[in-house]
Nanobody, 128 residues
Framework: QVQLVETGGRLVHPGGSLKLSCATSGLNLDHQVVGWFRQAPGKQREAVSAILRDGTLLYADSVKGRFTSSRDNAKNTAYLQMNNLNPQDTAVYYC??????????????????????WGQGTQVTVSS
């Protein structure tokens, strides 16, 4: 019964902003690590951000300073605020959840392996 649904993706011009939402059901989000990933055409899926259970935020170097992750546990919803977008940000963006605890929290950005539930993705296109 677990579902994750990403919304908010669209076409934007370079320098623009978007806020993605990840609405979840069937689980308690406060018990999960939430990851944001993206996949450009022909490329491997890569981590963008992760939110740990204690609220610690992790970011890939490519988005640090431009993207901000957040979560509302009461609403079981996570968010990804994206600012100053550039064409290299064009990708399908996915949210995912992980029930696992890693000694090194940076493992949540290394691969998709920690995550067991995924949304369907939402397309973000940055183009002039």
């Amino acid at each position: 019964q677990v579902q994750l649904v990403e919304t908010g993706g669209r076409l934007v011009h370079p320098g623009g902003s978007l806020k993605l939402s990840c609405a979840t059901s069937g689980l308690n989000l406060d018990h999960q690590v939430v990851g944001w990933f993206r996949q450009a055409p022909g490329k491997q899926r890569e981590a963008v951000s992760a939110i740990l259970r204690d609220g610690t935020l992790l970011y890939a170097d490519s988005v640090k300073g431009r993207f901000t992750s957040s979560r509302d546990n009461a609403k079981n919803t996570a968010y990804l605020q994206m600012n100053n977008l550039n064409p290299q940000d064009t990708a399908v963006y996915y949210c995912a959840t992980s029930p696992l605890t890693y000694r090194d929290s940076r493992e949540y950005l290394q691969s998709t392996d920690p995550y067991n539930y995924w949304g369907q993705g939402t397309q973000v296109t940055v183009s002039s």
